[in-house]
């Protein structure tokens, strides 16, 4: 489903973000990957989500390749990730319901089956009462399930979380992990990455550690 | 942010469609000041009728000649005495008539250049029944030197008012969408085309542009309305200046949200405090 296969990404010319990584995520994995700030982390996402290109080595997801990915095929390979961000990335001036609602909008989907999809993912996420309401008006852990809720409504294969707990109270953030393992139950891939190497020992789950831009222990 | 970019876009346009009319306005002088370019040429004394008919009819056939007027002698000498009447002694002195008759030839658009004044000219003096061709030679000379000058005065200002419009408008433009990032960097997300995230930007800008080009059309309007009824009546070729502002400022709104736009998007880069 995603092979990262002898990745190296550099920036500012010689500076290592990642080194010769290996990396195999199968349908229905749920993989933490943990590591400091300035480990590598958001870099592999990145390359997942095909926002950066590697240097050296390729990643395929999907049946897309790295190498031969067209910019205008990026859109594509995007609506089959689910990614969710420390910061939501929310639309201040759209209610929680339109915030889904918008990822299937932008690709041409409405009525009611497009209500329907995005009801469903709102009350998997817990939020369908909050529905009419606004992101400023609800917690940093509703927010985070808000952008669950956007990132699911597509039904990806897999959802990539970058430091999802990351502006959240420990309380709010087990509750978040709580739901995407309850996601990936329901057999969608996830990829969380984070930097609470305490918190994801307490959840349980498979373990990537990363450090200066190598993979330690799987 | 749409209502301010809508008037600096304005602003910008009235400038603009102030300078195209301002342009109609000084063609519109120059053309009536080349009107008045013609050729004199002075006849010999007591030249038949018909020769002087004949000649008249030769003088149309050439080329570059737009009209032939024929002044008798009689006819020049009351012209005269016209220009003269405020000296009753110089008309008392003028005893016999001393005035030729003579043709005024006007030339056609095109000809009135001081080269073309002179081939014109010195084709007709080869016409024996001509004493002597004018076409005051300093006077068009000067009327060249000055259209030129001014021609190349109001290229230059309309380079200037055509680059700040078009640096104004982009950058308001960019400004709106900057202002809406989060929400380009959303449809990123989630995996909308370029096309998808374009066609909203380039619809707007089009939109607040071709608002902004009536409002700036209708505000040159009123003030045309108002100078001709209290001060002077200038040339306004409605279709030509509404029109422009109007197709001009959609067109900067579609080009500047455009390019806007595709940056913006390009810049994007899901940014975080991580690596």
Known sequence: MIEIRNVSKRFKKAWYALKNVDLSIAKGDFLFLTGTTGSGKTTLLRLIYMDIFPDEGEVAVAGFLSSTIKEEEIP????????????????????????????LEVTGQSGKKMREKVMKVLTLVGLSHKRNDFPYTLSGGEQQKTAIARALVREPFILLADEPTGNIDPEGSEDIIKILQEVNTAGTAVLMATHDVELS?????????????????? | MTFIAIGIMFFSLFLFGAFLWGTFNLFGVIRLAREKVEINAFLR????????????????????VESVKYTS????????????????????????????????????????????????????????????????????????????????????????????????????????????????????????????????????????????????????????????????????????IIIGTVVFGIILGMIGSKLAVKSTSKEIKFETSNV
């Open chain 1, 201 to 218: 020992k307490k959840m349980g789950g498979k373990f990537l550690n990363l450090e200066q831009g190598q993979i330690l222990k799987t």
């Open chain 2, 73 to 240: 002698k009689e006819e020049a000498l009351s012209k005269f005495q016209e220009e003269i009447k405020d000296a009753p002694s110089l008309i008392e002195a003028v005893k016999t008539n001393p005035l030729p008759a003579s043709f005024s030839i006007k030339l056609k658009d095109g000809f009135t250049s001081p080269e073309k004044v002179k081939e014109v000219s010195e084709k007709i003096n080869i016409f024996d029944e001509f004493i002597t061709v004018e076409y005051g030679e300093s006077w068009i000379n000067r009327l060249d030197r000055v259209v030129k000058i001014l021609f190349l005065f109001d290229i230059l200002l309309g380079i200037v008012i055509g680059f700040a419009s078009v640096f104004v408008i982009s950058n308001t433009i960019r400004l709106t969408v900057l202002a809406r990032k989060r929400t380009i960097e959303v449809m990123k997300l989630v995996g909308a085309t370029e096309k998808t995230i374009h066609t909203p930007f380039i619809l707007a800008g089009s939109i607040e542009g071709g608002v902004a080009g009536v409002m700036s059309g209708g505000l040159l309007y009123l003030i045309y309305q108002v100078t001709s009824k209290f001060f002077v009546k200038f040339y306004f070729p409605h279709n030509l």
């Open chain 1, 76 to 103: 594509f390979l995007r609506r089959r990730i689910g990614i969710i961000f420390q910061d939501f990335k929310l639309l201040k001036d759209k209610t929680i319901y339109e915030n889904v609602a918008f990822a």
């Open chain 2, 45 to 64: 004394e007591n030249l038949p009728e018909k020769q002087i008919e004949e000649l008249s009819g030769k003088l149309m056939s050439m080329v570059g």
